[in-house]
């Protein structure tokens, strides 16, 4: 059979490339591509200053200008004099609140319409199911309520009892490797593996042997290079259909696909391992045993827990780090050091009216986190001072935007607060604290 390849006559189409229409069309299709967003301009918002042809707003992001996104963020709403404006990132249009009552007003307010997670290609694509950055789907439903449930008030007493053996260790690491307080000592290290532990009690009914545990200090590796990517601004490809059409994943190097397979193992093995013991006849309390009660396939046992793990290493641990006192003063930590200072984008999934203008379906929205932290209109003159009796006498249901808010907000948020607090004044008890 002739193929249509033959059938062209290859002088004809240079001609037609060498005519003044088909320049002209080349221009304005060249032009179009450089300009196009995958939704148009939102009326009557600002947007952020100085942008570039084909990148948009991306190149003083990604820590490029050794600064955050939220930094970057921050500068330019301060620009704009608006705590609310669009920005264009790659081909991708995004909108960015930054005070904490436009937050309150939209996350939670609008909560339904911003249940959704935003795309990331590059990212999502390459992970199994991790209900943290997913979009939402009838799976990630189910498994975010049996979560909750897990992780609701009335289980708190059954997981009490892993954090007995956790903070003694913590007590013992402290004392010995201090030298009784003889010997300056990093403690983040120690926090960050007694956090880990609970979290892998907590899911697995595991125990992170040591701080220099190789397996877990591994899979806290790979945890780390997938947050370090997710709602990252860092690639250029990741907003551009083009790019990643030209630059495949084999070309580009997509440190997830490692990073995923070699956190799924880890998992695989404490899964198998707590199988065994409850096949043994061991009763082993923790998320897991739950989410099977609500006849989630393991799968979805995974990607729940996924959820639970990516956020201890860093979050929660450098949450107790600086605390130098107790009850509410964790609240101020964690508002004034926002461990997350932007969180994962959500999407629209419907029309939201707000002053004025229509924020269309479909457009992603970010939370500036650590800009609102700070806001002086909402607390106070000293935003920016850390005050540990800020919170005295205050019991607010939203201290702080550190866990998120509205309908997507960390279902882990209430434990973390209780773990943070018998850390806390586990040490107040077992130390003089100068």
């Given at each position: 059979?002739?193929?249509?390849?033959?059938?062209?006559?290859?002088?004809?189409?240079?001609?037609?490339?060498?005519?003044?229409?088909?320049?002209?069309?080349?221009?304005?299709?060249?032009?179009?591509?450089?300009?196009?967003?995958d939704l148009p301009s939102v009326?009557?918002?600002?947007?952020?200053?100085?942008?570039?042809?084909?990148?948009?707003?991306?190149?003083?992001?990604?820590?490029?200008?050794?600064?955050?996104?939220?930094?970057?963020?921050?500068?330019?709403?301060?620009?704009?004099?608006?705590?609310?404006?669009?920005?264009?990132?790659?081909?991708?249009?995004?909108?960015?609140?930054?005070?904490?009552?436009?937050?309150?007003?939209?996350?939670?307010?609008?909560?339904?319409?911003?249940i959704d997670r935003s795309f990331?290609?590059?990212?999502?694509?390459?992970?199994?199911?991790?209900?943290?950055?997913?979009?939402?789907?009838?799976?990630?439903?189910?498994?975010?309520?049996?979560?909750?449930?897990?992780?609701?008030?009335?289980?708190?007493?059954?997981?009490?009892?892993?954090?007995?053996?956790?903070?003694?260790?913590?007590?013992?690491?402290?004392?010995?490797?201090?030298?009784?307080?003889?010997?300056?000592?990093?403690?983040?290290?120690?926090?960050?593996?007694?956090?880990?532990?609970?979290?892998l009690s907590l899911t697995y009914?595991?125990?992170?042997?040591?701080?220099?545990?190789?397996?877990?200090?591994?899979?806290?590796?790979?945890?780390?290079?997938?947050?370090?990517?997710?709602?990252?601004?860092?690639?250029?490809?990741?907003?551009?259909?083009?790019?990643?059409?030209?630059?495949?994943?084999?070309?580009?190097?997509?440190?997830?696909?490692?990073?995923?397979?070699?956190?799924?193992?880890?998992?695989?093995?404490?899964?198998?391992?707590?199988?065994?013991?409850?096949?043994?006849?061991?009763?082993?309390?923790?998320?897991?045993?739950?989410?099977?009660?609500?006849?989630?396939?393991?799968?979805?046992?995974?990607?729940?827990?996924?959820?639970?793990?990516?956020?201890?290493?860093?979050?929660?641990?450098?949450?107790?780090?600086?605390?130098?006192?107790?009850?509410?003063?964790?609240?101020?930590?964690?508002?004034?050091?926002?461990?997350?200072?932007?969180?994962?984008?959500?999407?629209?999934?419907?029309?939201?009216?707000?002053?004025?203008?229509?924020?269309?379906?479909?457009?992603?929205?970010?939370?500036?986190?650590?800009?609102?932290?700070?806001?002086?209109?909402?607390?106070?003159?000293?935003?920016?001072?850390?005050?540990?009796?800020?919170?005295?006498?205050?019991?607010?249901?939203?201290?702080?935007?550190?866990?998120?808010?509205?309908?997507?907000?960390?279902?882990?948020?209430?434990?973390?607060?209780?773990?943070?607090?018998?850390?806390?004044?586990?040490?107040?008890?077992?130390?003089?604290?100068?």
């Open positions: 059979m002739e193929s249509m390849v033959d059938n062209i006559d290859i002088s004809q189409v240079a001609k037609g490339f060498a005519s003044p229409s088909a320049a002209i069309t080349l221009i304005l299709a060249v032009i179009l591509f450089i300009l196009y967003t009326p009557h918002l600002p947007s952020a200053p100085n942008p570039l042809p084909f990148i948009g707003n991306l190149l003083p992001l990604g820590g490029r200008t050794q600064r955050n996104d939220s930094t970057a963020y921050t500068s330019w709403s301060k620009a704009l004099s608006t705590d609310l404006f669009q920005v264009r990132l790659g081909n991708q249009r995004t909108i960015v609140a930054s005070s904490f009552s436009t937050i309150k007003d939209l996350w939670i307010g609008h909560s339904n319409d911003l990331q290609h590059g990212f999502a694509d390459k992970l199994q199911l991790d209900i943290s950055g997913a979009a939402m789907t009838e799976e990630i439903r189910r498994c975010r309520k049996a979560a909750m449930r897990a992780l609701g008030k009335p289980c708190w007493p059954g997981y009490y009892s892993l954090l007995e053996p956790s903070s003694v260790d913590l007590v013992g690491n402290l004392l010995r490797k201090g030298e009784n307080g003889e010997r300056e000592l990093e403690i983040y290290p120690y926090l960050r593996q007694i956090i880990f532990d609970l979290a009914g595991a125990r992170q042997k040591d701080a220099n545990d190789e397996f877990v200090l591994t899979l806290i590796k790979n945890i780390n290079i997938i947050s370090k990517v997710r709602s990252s601004t860092q690639r250029f490809r990741d907003y551009f259909p083009i790019l990643r059409f030209l630059i495949p994943d084999a070309v580009s190097g997509n440190v997830v696909v490692t990073a995923e397979k070699i956190r799924q193992q880890h998992l695989d093995v404490l899964y198998a391992s707590l199988k065994k013991r409850i096949a043994d006849g061991e009763e082993v309390n923790c998320v897991v045993t739950g989410l099977v009660k609500d006849k989630l396939s393991e799968e979805e046992q995974h990607g729940t827990c996924k959820a639970l793990l990516q956020a201890a290493p860093d979050s929660t641990a450098s949450s107790v780090y600086i605390v130098p006192l107790i009850v509410s003063f964790y609240k101020e930590t964690l508002r004034f050091w926002t461990t997350t200072p932007f969180a994962t984008p959500r999407t629209t999934v419907a029309d939201i009216k707000y002053r004025g203008t229509t924020i269309p379906k479909g457009i992603t929205m970010i939370m500036n986190a650590q800009e609102a932290n700070q806001d002086k209109i909402w607390y106070g003159e000293d935003a920016e001072i850390f005050n540990p009796k800020r919170f005295i006498g205050n019991d607010t249901a939203l201290p702080h935007l550190t866990f998120g808010a509205g309908s997507r907000i960390c279902p882990a948020a209430a434990l973390s607060n209780r773990i943070i607090y018998a850390l806390i004044l586990r040490l107040i008890l077992a130390f003089e604290i100068k």
